[in-house]
């Protein structure tokens, strides 16, 4: 089998709950933000990460390119440990340079991303000059007009020469997804990227996404708390859903199998929620209505157990592991194996 171009094995984040520092010293239970994920994107591939508001998607995604440092476990980017690459520890095989340039970051927040006292040109001019010195003013200019043509901003001769507090927040985005485009990336993490927009211009910035990852061969991570653009971006793409919850990812698999065939009761509330969604008759609701849990002291076992109307004396006591529930569909649940001492153990909450 060839390498993944991104691979993240066993990762764990662990903060220190005041600023995100790990105490040793403290007596406060760290929050474990990321618990133990193992993650492989490949090229020309779309990953959907959804799950609850602090349940670890940030997190899990600047670890991925190489921006949180994990506790534990590794991340590698063509077979090349980042943090190696990063600290200069052992043989390196890729330079940290060349790897940063490869994954990219699209933030929620364009307005902060971008300088407000560049025009556009020089914001776009200045990655461009970096990493490929040897073109022309001329040619950085070219590709540039015809990035941003192709993204909509039309005629790209006036939006160039503007600030950004001249453009709207969508026109905005364009320009930052346009500049970690113009870099040639392998991964481009879109963390909540269009959550900031209009609901009428989040399906247009998918779809200039999508276009412009066949123009560059880009891979996405991209994070949402909402099920509904994770499934367009990812059905679009032929992509994935991973589910997270509390740290971990309990669920990940097809867009179709896990829309179509959800086998964690963490999936079904989630497309519970999402009406459009939802097409099932079971009236039952999905979940207990108790609070989120407290992430320093996250409950044992599963970490689903408590709000989960299914959840038996096994949940509480083990941690479920990777179950194969289908072509590339992993499931974190008991339920998914016939054979399992939970269908013989006590129902919790009944
Ligand atoms: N720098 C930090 N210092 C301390 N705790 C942090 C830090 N960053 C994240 N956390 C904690 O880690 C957990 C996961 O946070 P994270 O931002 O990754 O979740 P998220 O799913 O992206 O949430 P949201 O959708 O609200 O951004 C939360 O409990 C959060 O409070």
């Not at 990762?11 to 600023?19: A, G």
């Not at 007009?145 to 969508?170: C, I, K, W």
Request: glycine share 6%.
């Amino acid at each position: 089998m060839s390498e993944p171009l991104l691979s993240m094995e066993d990762v764990t984040v662990e903060f220190n709950s005041q600023d995100g520092r790990l105490d040793v010293l403290s007596n406060e239970n760290p929050v474990r933000a990321v618990d133990g994920v193992s993650l492989d994107i490949e090229e020309n591939d779309v990953v959907a990460l959804i799950g609850e508001s602090g349940c670890g998607k940030s997190t899990l995604g600047k670890t991925a390119i190489g921006a949180q440092r994990p506790t534990s476990g590794s991340v590698t980017y063509r077979g090349q440990d980042i943090w190696d690459a990063r600290e200069s520890r052992g043989e390196i095989q890729l330079p940290f340079e060349e790897i940063r340039r490869s994954l990219q970051i699209i933030h929620q927040d364009p307005g902060s991303a971008l300088n407000p006292n560049q025009r556009v040109l020089t914001s776009l001019m200045l990655p461009l000059k970096r990493w490929q010195p040897e073109l022309s003013y001329e040619e950085r200019q070219e590709r540039i007009l015809t990035l941003l043509e192709h993204v909509g901003m039309s005629p790209a001769e006036d939006f160039v020469n503007r600030y950004p507090h001249q453009l709207s927040g969508g026109e905005q985005q364009r320009v930052v997804l346009v500049r970690s485009l113009l870099v040639n990336p392998d991964v481009v993490l879109a963390d909540e990227a269009i959550s900031a927009l209009d609901v009428s211009l989040r399906v247009e910035m998918m779809d200039i996404m999508l276009e412009l990852q066949s123009v560059f061969d880009t891979s996405y991570l991209f994070i949402s708390h909402d099920l509904s653009n994770a499934r367009y971006i990812a059905q679009q793409a032929d992509g994935r859903i991973a589910v997270m919850y509390l740290g971990q990812i309990v669920e990940i698999g097809p867009v179709n199998e896990i829309l179509k065939n959800p086998q964690h009761p963490y999936t079904k509330v989630l497309k519970w929620a999402t009406p459009e969604l939802y097409e099932d008759v079971e009236t039952e609701v999905p979940i207990r209505e108790i609070d989120v849990p407290d992430p320093t002291n996250p409950p044992s076992g599963c970490r689903f157990h408590t709000r989960c109307p299914r959840a038996r004396a096994a949940c509480r006591a083990t941690q479920p592991e990777s179950y194969d529930v289908g072509p590339n569909h992993e499931s974190h649940c008991f339920r998914s194996d016939e054979t399992h001492d939970y269908w013989e153990s006590e129902p919790l909450h009944e």
